[in-house]
């Protein structure tokens, strides 16, 4: 029987084979933090689409308030908590962009020669917010 020689290992080479290299490190956190970028990026695109629906939502409802107004007093509100006090809305909305039920815009009525004696009321209201959508569009447009 011959004796063949086991082969030793060198320290170094030991520990470099069981753990990463700075190389792989570099590596792992370059994507990790490409990762996180792309997922804040479409968490604040998500963030947005969901005030602008929840803008549009508002508007809407309280345009609907405002033409039921019309329909049962023949007459527009004078401003828009009467639509509150009238019992067309609970509440006023909260804007979802500038946090307040107080920045709404209102769109009086035009003057209506056959009754001269009636006064211009809320016709429409829009955001008091800054800024464009994501479509493009302009808040205070909508």
């Known amino acids: 029987m011959s ?3 086991r082969q030793r290992r060198s320290p170094t080479r030991a520990v470099s084979a069981a753990g990463w290299t ?3 490190m570099l590596v792992v ?5 490409i990762m996180a970028a792309i997922a804040m990026a479409s968490y604040g695109t998500g963030v947005t689409r969901s005030k602008e629906a929840v803008l549009k939502e508002d508007l809407f409802r309280m345009r609907d308030a405002i033409d039921q107004f019309y329909a049962d007093r023949g007459e527009y509100p004078a401003e828009l908590q009467d639509l509150v006090g ?3 809305l ?9 946090r307040s039920d107080a920045t709404w815009q209102t769109v009086s009525s035009e003057f209506n ?3 001269p004696t009636a006064l211009p009321g809320v016709f429409d209201v829009r955001s008091g917010a800054l800024g464009q959508a994501i479509d493009g569009t302009v808040y ?3």
């Not at 956190?29 to 933090?33: A, E, R, T, W």
């Not at 609970?90 to 500038?98: A, G, Q, V």
């Open 3 to 5: 004796h063949i020689p």
């Open 22 to 24: 700075l190389v792989e």
């Open 29 to 33: 956190i370059s994507l990790v933090v």
């Open 86 to 88: 009238g019992g067309y």
């Open 90 to 98: 609970r509440s006023l909305p909260e804007d979802p962009f500038t």
């Open 113 to 115: 020669p056959t009754d």
């Open 140 to 142: 205070a447009e909508w």
